[in-house]
């Protein structure tokens, strides 16, 4: 589990375009046309008629907002987001964004997103001086999105499951197939020093779960590369394993 993952359990980026609301005057300037054609647009929906010639955006800001869609996540569950300012906004502090559809690279809607937005700097100005910390036009909205379609993940490929190594190495591969067969026979190939392919025994085939669990738990010992790293600054010397010291001269 530690030095390999099931390949197939992966991650998916999201993104969507989205407007926070009930900003303090620090949201998007009049220049900003996105805002102000958002603006119209989201009105249009409800019934409400004007345009973006007669609109001020100071108490709002045109936003990207991105989230992270986990595997095995189902319809229901709920994501984090990062907002970010995509216009010339001063701060997203204290604004709400409204729901926004966050999509995959295909162009589907995988989650919805909407909530308040909690930012991780500041900005304050007064009599000609201003202070700022961090960056106040990137906030995030903790499970703020909820997914509403799940990702499929096809873990076994052929009567096969592959596991990818972390740090790809060859004699990191052949301790882990050699693990893997003398635990249940010759099942596992290592293909390459980053694969290593499993077949799945007849008798897991209803139970690929507890198959995959039973791989976790088995040990090995990860090869190390001889490696020293000598901070210059603070005279610090870091050895890995495999290390040794023959006759030197300084």
Known sequence: ????????????????????????????????????????????????????????????????????????VKPGDRIDMTVSSMGDAKSLQGGMLLQT??????????????????????????????????FPTVGMTTNGAIVERDVPVQLV???????????PDFTTASRISN????????????????????????????NLVAFVAALEDLYITPDQIAKIVINERTGTIVMGANVSIDEVAV
């Open 101 to 134: 559809p966050l999509r995959a690279a295909n162009g589907q809607v995988y989650a919805v997103g909407q909530g308040p937005v909690s930012t991780g700097g500041f900005s304050a100005g007064g009599g000609g001086s201003s202070q700022s910390k961090n």
């Open 1 to 72: 589990k530690d030095v390999a993952k099931v390949q197939g359990v992966r991650s998916n980026q999201l993104v969507g375009y989205g407007l926070v609301m009930g900003l303090n005057g620090t949201g998007d300037s009049d220049k900003t046309l996105q805002t102000l054609q958002s603006l119209s647009s989201m009105l249009k929906t409800f019934g409400v008629t004007v345009s973006a010639s007669q609109m001020e955006s100071k108490n709002v800001a045109a936003v990207m907002v991105t989230a992270e869609l986990p595997a095995f």
């Open 157 to 167: 490929n052929n009567g096969n499951i592959t596991l990818s190594l972390s740090q």
């Open 179 to 206: 693990a893997i067969d003398s635990q249940f026979g010759g099942i596992s190939t290592a293909r390459d020093p980053g694969t290593v392919l499993v077949s799945v025994p007849s008798h897991y085939e209803g």
